[in-house]
């Protein structure tokens, strides 16, 4: 099978990052408003509950599949599937952030999504460290 490509969810990306910041900072901004903006679109409002509705000023409508406090939100977004999740790092020093999409069309968009979550995470991080 091609890189990016599994029989379950298709074609999907990953991007992760160790950032100097505990858990409980990264998980508040990933998750308020500016967080969202970032990574989920300008005017994204979501509400924590499996199955409420969101929609973001793009137009861009999902549903909230999964969202454990601290831990993980997991949405649609469009014919994709969206997940952020914060983690403590390895011996105690920050928190990794991981971004995950699955269900892509192919192999171009995993590229073109790639280089978008890089960017993403560039701008959470500058975001955060100017705190």
Known sequence: MPTGFTKDVGWQIGVSRTLPQPPPIVWDFVSGPEGLALWLGPGADLTPARGAPYRTAAGVTGEVRGYRPGDRIRVTHGATTLQVAVTPAAGGAGT????????????????????????????????????
């Open 96 to 131: 990794v952030l991981r971004y995950h999409q699955e269900r892509m069309a192919g192999a171009e968009e995993r590229e073109r999504q790639r280089a978008h979550w890089q960017q993403v995470m560039a701008e959470v991080a500058a975001a955060l460290d100017r705190g």
